[in-house]
């Protein structure tokens, strides 16, 4: 396989293919008529995404030797069963109307239920099911990794890995809500919060699942290089989502324009604006950080602030000098050469995108 983009469509096929299989043998245990809207769902969920997360994964098991046993595309497959549920929660706790140019799960059952005209709250029913499916997909994760048909040696080396990863990002997403509800934090802080929510359980982990996949033990220098190299890319992976909730184009992101400014978010990005704005500027953040009603000047007003604190341009500057070291862990690393070149281009992609 090669190591341009033309293997990461490739990796993307087979995960698509695996999902498609696994839900479909999942079907019959859910067929009753009225769970119809829910299974949708998932399957909707389940179609769009970049496939980062199987990609590190995979390169991970190549990098450490693994062999092209198609069983390893299933279990870096259950990655995006575990992200489309942190997904799903993640719109519910911030209250966001649209996914990847769609409505969100809560939305999309608030809508079912008002449409029906059924009895009670369409509000609280979409949020009930969403957490549901949230919880479905989480459980269907852990059935995909376990049934993956890799060897049981390899699955028991790696299911610590695969446990704490699981346990951060429900960590990491407390930790966001409680960033949030302090109404204020520092970089510092906000560094914490998108390690454990997004940066790890996005690339160090995954990359870390397979390599221990493939090497069937927790080898020292599989944590260094995860360490080194992954927690690079996951910060910078984050902070390119950072400048992307505020200055992406909704056409790419499938969300609206500055929609992490209207909820508030605590990012790297806005700490590192409040960190240089003169109390006037901090004033208007502070102010209109968090209002679902920020209308379009609104949101224009925070992104010239932004940039002119000088945060957009720092934000940039350090997404540049962790892809570098992330870049420089790679060199020696005790790898194949096909992986440490598939890293290397994960990385410049992870970091580079626009959606």
């Known amino acids: 396989m090669t190591t341009s983009a033309a293997a990461l469509d490739t990796i993307r096929s087979e995960v698509d293919r695996s999902l498609r299989r696994f839900v479909d043998q999942r079907r019959p245990q859910v067929s009753a008529p009225e769970l119809a809207p829910l ?3 998932a399957d909707d969920f389940l179609a769009g ?5 199987p990609a590190f994964c995979y390169w991970g098991w190549r990098g450490a030797g693994g062999g092209d046993d198609p069983a390893i595309f299933t279990a870096a497959a259950s990655l995006e069963l575990l992200q489309a549920s942190a997904l799903v929660h993640d719109d519910v ?3 966001s109307d649209l996914r990847r140019g769609m409505p969100s799960a809560h939305r999309r059952f608030q809508a079912l239920h008002s449409e029906a005209g059924w009895h009670g709250s369409s509000e609280q029913f979409g949020e009930g099911a969403a957490i ?3 919880n479905l997909m989480l459980i269907w994760s852990s059935e995909m990794w376990r049934n993956s048909g890799l060897p049981p040696a390899s699955l028991a080396a790696a299911q610590e890995v695969y446990d704490h990863m699981r346990t951060e990002l429900m960590c990491g997403q407390y930790l966001d809500l409680l960033e949030q509800a302090h109404g204020e934090n520092t970089f510092d802080s906000a560094l914490r919060v998108a390690l454990f ?3 790890k359980y996005s690339v160090e982990q995954p990359l870390r699942l397979g390599l221990v996949l493939a090497a069937e033990a927790r080898e020292p220098w599989i944590d260094r290089l995860c360490e080194e190299y992954g927690r690079c890319v996951g910060i910078a992976f984050q902070l390119r989502d950072d400048i992307l909730g505020v200055f992406g184009d909704p056409y790419e992101t499938g969300k609206p324009a500055g929609d992490d400014l209207r909820e ?3 990012t790297m990005l806005i700490a590192r604006t409040l960190s240089a704005a003169s109390p006037a500027q901090a004033e208007v953040v502070r102010g209109t950080l968090g209002d679902p009603a920020l209308d379009g000047a609104g949101i224009d ?3 010239q602030i932004i940039e002119e604190t000088g945060a957009l341009v720092a934000c940039e500057e350090m997404i540049k000098e962790y892809l570098e070291n ?3 862990s790679l060199d020696g690393a005790p790898i194949t050469a096909e992986a440490r070149t598939a890293l290397a281009d994960l990385a410049v992609a992870a970091t580079s995108r626009r959606t």
């Open 49 to 53: 995404g970049k496939r980062l997360r």
């Open 264 to 266: 508030g978010k605590r």
């Open 326 to 328: 992330a870049l420089g």
């Open 132 to 134: 549901l499916l949230g």
């Open 301 to 303: 007003r925070l992104r």
């Open 39 to 41: 299974i949708a769902a």
């Open 93 to 95: 706790m911030d209250a």
């Open 197 to 199: 929510k997004s940066g």
